[in-house]
């Protein structure tokens, strides 16, 4: 029985020694410059990072999907860019409320320490404000050739039969390569910037319990940084 409880002790004291707390330092004062720094962190060739976007629905009350995130504007907003027959775009010009939220599944940032960590970044309290016409040739330029296509001959989430899809996916194709024309901007392509309110940053690696950093909007515009229990 004594060695049985040694046994007990000595397990459960490991397991005590593997517990740590995760501490997000050297800050800096604005959650966008945080964000670029965990963003040039991961950056890779042709790299390209997801986002979540959550939209009030009419039919399902909170309505998630994963998206491309499309950079930063001047104003330091997040962007997006969707097609205006799509839900998400529907849903944003009904109610602009929405949410986004970053996971960075490894993220090597030398400020906060030396191994690898994962990262949520959560823009809380936010609103869409749709780009002018004006802006929107500088997104569908980014596109790749594939996500111009679905653009111009697809229409999200309407039911669909493959083989249909692919013959008059290849007969585009074939007849843009024979062009040898730019494909032009649909005029059902448009996007949006987000604005937050709060930015939420979590920190957390092997065997940690998270951090979580916060940065709250003010009235003077200005950013309140604290920590938060996670």
């Known amino acids: 029985m004594v060695r049985f409880h040694n046994f007990a002790m000595s397990f459960k004291i490991c397991k005590m020694a593997k517990s740590t707390l995760a501490h997000i330092v050297d800050y800096p004062n604005e959650p966008v410059t945080f964000l670029r720094q965990i963003l040039h962190a991961v950056e890779e060739p042709n790299f390209l990072q997801a986002m979540n976007l959550a939209t009030v629905d009419k039919e399902f009350g909170v309505l998630n999907r994963t998206v491309l995130f499309r950079g930063l504007t001047e104003d330091d907003c997040v962007t997006y860019a969707t097609q205006q027959f799509t839900r998400s775009c529907k849903n ?12 960075f599944p490894r993220v090597m940032l030398p400020s906060q320490g030396p191994r690898p960590l994962i990262w949520q970044v959560r823009l809380i309290g936010a609103s869409a404000v749709q780009l002018p016409e004006s802006e929107l040739d500088l997104y569908w330029e980014k596109d790749e050739l594939p996500a111009q296509i679905r653009a111009i001959i697809f229409r999200t989430g ?10 008059k996916h290849d007969r585009f194709l074939k007849d843009f390569m024979e062009s040898g024309e730019p494909l032009h901007r649909p005029p059902t392509f448009t996007a949006f910037k987000i604005k937050s309110l709060r930015w939420d940053f979590l920190k957390i690696g092997m065997n940690q319990i998270a951090d979580r950093l916060q940065y709250r909007l003010q009235d003077d515009c200005q950013w309140e940084v604290m920590h938060v229990s996670s």
């Open 158 to 167: 309407r039911p669909s039969n493959y083989e249909e899809l692919k013959e």
């Open 92 to 103: 944003l010009k009904a109610n602009n409320k929405c949410a986004i939220t970053f996971l």
